[in-house]
């Protein structure tokens, strides 16, 4: 028997899930990591972004919406990997004057499922409706793609004709 084949549509929607999971885990374990902070400034930055962060659950519930799906986590273990090692910091640190540079994360964490949007769906959240998984997958494709001024010939079709008959 034939099994169906996959669609990139299918993959946006298994990705989609995946970040749905890894949002909903980021806000069960802010409050936990706020709490645990030594210093007003660290609490502060976790309270914004857990505010951040249950806006970006509003959206792809809004995301969800559109393509027709409803709005699931699939277990990610990127997100269960962070969560437990900020556990295990705030066990290992706790009280301890290091505590807050073990909670702060290096900028690659923070970015992790924007990132995975991006990467794998370059063409595909465009067309999804939603206009800021769109302009965010905009502004990493213009980051990344190489700046190449335009030939002189191909900013103007009638110069290389001009060019030819001399």
């Known amino acids: 028997m034939a099994t169906k084949p996959k669609l990139l549509s299918d993959l946006f929607h298994e990705t989609l899930k995946d970040i749905y999971f890894a949002e909903n885990k980021i806000i069960k374990t802010l409050p936990k990591m706020a709490k645990a902070a030594q ?20 959206r792809l519930n809004q995301v969800f919406k559109i393509i027709g799906k409803p709005p699931r986590g699939k ?10 090692e900020g556990a295990e910091i705030m066990k290992d640190f706790k009280g301890m004057p290091a505590l807050d ?4 994360p290096p900028p690659r964490r923070s970015s992790i499922t924007r990132s995975r949007v991006t990467a794998r769906f370059a063409h595909g959240p465009r067309n999804s409706g ?16 190489p700046r ?3 030939s002189p010939s ?13």
């Open 39 to 58: 210093s007003k400034d660290l609490q502060k930055a976790f309270a914004k972004h857990l505010r951040e962060t249950e806006g970006q659950v509003k």
């Open 130 to 145: 939603c206009p800021t998984l769109r302009n965010c997958c905009r502004r990493r494709l213009m980051k990344r793609r």
């Open 148 to 150: 190449i001024p335009p």
């Open 75 to 84: 277990t990610c273990a990127a997100i269960n990997g962070i969560t437990e």
């Open 154 to 166: 191909s900013r103007n079709p009638l110069s290389t004709l001009k060019q030819n008959r001399n």
């Open 101 to 104: 540079a073990g909670l702060s």
